[in-house]
Every structure is written in C-alpha cells, then in structure tokens.
C-alpha cells in the first residue's frame, strides 16, 4: 500500500529533499508551503510527478491557515508527518541587542506551528499506518549545549523539544509515535555551503531512521544518525 506523507516547510532545502526522496521511494507526498505560487522547483516537481506530489499552501504559525489544510486534505490518513518548517530568527539574538517581535514570531512559527499542525491533524495520523510525527529541530536546542548566543533560535528549538516530548506522552494511546530530529550541519540557506552534509545525504540518513521507529522510541532526541542527543 501507498504510504502518505506530510511535509511543511516543502519548498526549498529540507523540506524539497524529503519531498523527492520519498516520491522517488513511491509515496503520496501532501507537500505544504507557505507560499506555493513562488515556490517553482516544488511546482515544476509536483507537475511531474504524475499526482505523486500535490502542493498545499500552509503557515504553520496561522490557525486558520492550518485549519484550511486540514479541510483540504479531508479524512486522508497520514502515515508520516515530517514538521519542517521553520526559521532561524534574524540577526538580533544576542544579549543586548534582542528583537521581541521577531522573537515571538519565531516560536510561533518553530515551537507552537508543529503543535498546531498535529493537534489539527491528529484524526488523519489515528488512521494512518505507520503514526510516525516528526519535528525537525536542531542540536542548538540542546539545554547542555547552550553556548549564551543565538536566544532566539535555541530557545524556540528547545521549546519545540519540550513540546515534543510533552506529545510523545499525550499521544501514546493513539498509537502515534513523536520524535524530535536533528539533521545535522547540512549545506541549506541556514546551514551555508561550508556544512559538511548535503540535503541528500542528511535526507536519506533521517529516513532511513524514520522507516525503523517503534512506539519505544517515542519522546527521544535524536541526531539525523539515530543517535541520542542530550536534552
């Protein structure tokens, strides 16, 4: 059977690479961006794909925008959720020198987007077959690993780590597994050209990990690798 997956953020960088690879693997991608219209490579992609691939606008930090996928997309069941859209927060995150504003909007977008998208979307994970949510967050939300720099980023990824692992206990008895996933310093607008993974390598790494998830490892932090990263 057909498995179904979900991706935000599908436009460019990460999103597109998971988007490719698991149209190439033959599954049916619901690929969501906040705006399809500029979004080509996505579009030119979906085109092809002979309905593979179809493309729905979404804002992760907008409850109506989320509302209106989900009536878009019905009852469909989602066998995998990949919540990756996000953004790092401008260049104003030091001590002394903070944006509020811009903060607010990045946990808006990081922390509470992927809450928004599975609390909205719960009924199509249920009947979903694999009942795998992921959330693409970062090392640099690591508590341990703090370095006092980047407030804004750090603070929304461990907000989003903490989320996670509050969802992974929430959702246990729907059967719906939760993990939060790090997928390494890859070469993205975000990342720079000096990363040492590409897209490829970071995507095909994540789902190979992804495809091995059982209810156990619901709630873990985890690097692309599948190695445990501390809270």
């Known amino acids: 059977m057909t498995t179904t997956v979900l991706i935000t953020g599908a436009n460019r960088g990460l999103g597109l690479e998971f988007t490719h690879q698991y149209a190439a693997e033959g599954a049916r991608v619901l690929a969501c961006a906040r705006h399809p219209g500029e979004a080509k490579a996505l579009l030119d992609f979906a085109a092809a794909s002979k309905g593979k691939v179809t493309v729905h606008p979404l804002d992760v930090a907008s409850d109506a925008s989320v509302a209106h996928l989900a009536s878009d997309i019905g009852a469909e069941p989602i066998d995998i959720l990949i919540n990756n859209a996000g953004v790092y927060g401008g260049d104003h995150q030091r001590l002394g020198d903070i944006d509020y504003e ?9 922390a509470l987007g992927p809450v928004r998208v599975i609390e909205t979307l719960r009924g199509n994970l249920v009947k979903g077959r694999d009942k795998k949510v992921i959330a693409i967050t970062s090392a640099m939300g690591s508590n341990t690993r703090h370095d006092g ?6 603070s929304s990824k461990a907000a989003l780590n903490n989320a996670m692992r509050g969802l992974s206990i929430a959702l246990k008895a729907d059967g719906i597994i939760v993990v939060p996933m790090h997928p390494g310093w890859v070469q993205t607008d975000m990342g720079g050209a000096s990363a040492p993974l590409t897209p490829k390598q970071s995507i095909a790494e994540m789902r190979r990990v992804i495809s091995g998830l059982s209810p156990s490892d619901s709630g873990r932090y985890l690097n692309y690798d599948g190695t445990e990263i501390d809270w």
């Open 102 to 110: 811009t903060w607010i909007r990045t946990m808006s977008v990081n």
């Open 149 to 154: 720099a980047a407030l804004i980023y750090r």
